[in-house]
Structures are given as structure tokens and as C-alpha cells.
């Protein structure tokens, strides 16, 4: 198998206050990991790519300071969402692609809902 | 930049018919997926087509990966309602460090 966990799966916070989400694969070591963002009837947008041991590597347009990822072992990156504004509320997924592949497969978490208010 | 146009973006059929997805770009894939993704769940992998005129079936489902690897399709056939969702192709190009570029979107809707 190959499966990837989120958590949490949805998060209300106030406007300011910072965000911490997990990804996390279970079954499987991952060297690389991605962050995307997907609005309502969208297509992913991918905001970063997470290496281990490693600095995140940022999509143009979005903010490192503010999305901060951190890709501290082979099954685990997070993603901090500082000084959270409504405009942040959104759908975020991650995926992980294990640590041998031939075709670039990624395999995605069920996703978290964070709502700013 | 590399660009993967899907076609069409909505569709709505009856349950029992044919449909078939499009996925094209003007550059040369790696690899191509194709997901398929329920509201407020993320993207499940479906297939992964690598080599150039592969034709792979999961049940109804159909995929073909052009000759020129710069193109796919996904055909269903005989629509079922459990197949409502959003349909995503995604293509990985060679050097561009392992990420998917993902298509639009087919948002299917299959009604009884």
C-alpha cells in the first residue's frame, strides 16, 4: 500500500494565529513531499516541494515566510500556516512520493480544511 | 512552461452512457496519472501510463497514453453514479525534479 495521513482534517482558527498541519506516510519512506492548495471545483496548485534533511523549495507567488514547511524525517513534513488571515482559508493537501520510484507517482492525503475567521 | 490542457471541464450524463476524457500537452511526458478525487477527500491514484501507446483497463475504465507520450484519454464506459468526481490528469516531465503538472479538472456528475 501507500497511504498518507493528514492531520487534522479540518481546523478553524482566528485571524493571526498560526497553523501546524501533518503529513504523514505509513507504510512507506518518503524523500520528497508536496504541498498544494485546491479551491472549490479546482485543480491542485502546488505551493511547495518538501526534500528531507532539506529546505522546501517554493512555487513563484508563494509566500515562504508564511508557509512554512518543515521535512524533518522520511515519513513526516508539516506545513505552518503564520499569522493566518481569512484570505488563507482554503483546502490543503499533501503527497509523498516514495523514496524509489520509476514514474513519479504520488500518493495524496485526504486533505484539511482550515478556515480562518 | 509546461502546459497539460484537460478536456472537457463538466460534463453531465445519464447513467449507462460512454464518456472519455482528454488530457494533451505539447511537450513529452515521463509519466503521466490520472486521479480521480470525491468533495473534501484528496486525489486517489487510478493509473500511471509510462510507455508510449500503453492502454491500461481498471474495470470500466479505459487510459491510453499517445504514441508521442504527449497526450492521454480515460474512457468510461456505461457510467455509473459511483463514478461522480473530480477527474485529474497530472504529467511529470523529464528534468523538471519529480513534480506533477496537474490539468484542470473533469468535474463528472452521473445522474440515476
Known amino acids: 500500500g501507500a497511504v498518507v495521513s493528514q492531520h487534522p482534517s479540518w481546523v478553524i482558527c482566528k485571524s493571526g494565529t ?16 508536496f504541498w498544494y492548495r485546491q479551491f472549490p471545483k479546482q485543480s491542485l496548485m502546488l505551493m511547495a516541494t518538501s526534500n528531507e534533511g532539506s529546505k522546501a523549495t517554493y512555487e513563484q507567488g508563494v509566500e515562504k515566510d508564511k508557509f512554512l514547511i518543515n521535512h524533518a524525517s ?22 509523498a512520493r516514495r523514496t ?3 514514474a513519479y507517482e504520488q500518493y495524496f492525503g485526504p486533505g484539511t480544511r482550515l478556515t480562518v475567521t | 512552461t509546461q502546459l497539460l490542457e484537460q478536456s472537457p471541464q463538466f460534463l453531465s450524463i445519464q447513467e449507462g452512457e460512454n464518456l472519455t476524457v482528454y488530457c494533451n500537452s505539447s511537450s513529452v511526458f515521463s509519466s503521466l496519472q490520472w486521479y480521480r478525487q470525491e468533495p473534501g477527500e ?11 501507446g500503453e492502454v491500461k483497463k481498471l474495470k470500466r475504465l479505459t ?10 484519454s480515460l474512457h468510461i464506459t456505461a457510467a455509473q453514479p459511483g463514478d461522480t468526481g473530480l477527474y485529474l490528469c ?15 479538472g473533469t468535474t463528472l456528475q452521473v445522474k440515476p
Not at chain 2, 484528496?42 to 508510449?52: M, N, R, S, Y
Request: with cysteine.
Open chain 2, 90 to 104: 497530472a504529467g511529470a516531465w523529464p528534468g523538471n525534479t519529480g513534480k506533477l503538472i496537474f490539468g484542470q
Open chain 2, 42 to 52: 484528496g486525489p486517489v491514484l487510478l493509473v500511471t501510463v509510462v510507455t508510449g
Open chain 1, 18 to 33: 498560526s497553523v501546524k498541519i501533518e503529513c504523514r506516510s505509513l507504510d512507506f519512506q518518503a524523500t520528497t513531499m
Open chain 1, 74 to 95: 522520511l515519513t513526516l513534513s508539516t506545513l505552518t500556516v503564520t499569522s493566518a488571515h481569512p484570505e488563507d482559508s482554503s483546502f490543503y493537501i499533501c503527497s
Open chain 2, 63 to 72: 487510459f491510453q497514453f499517445g504514441d508521442a507520450r504527449k497526450d492521454s
Open chain 1, 100 to 102: 524509489v520510484t520509476v
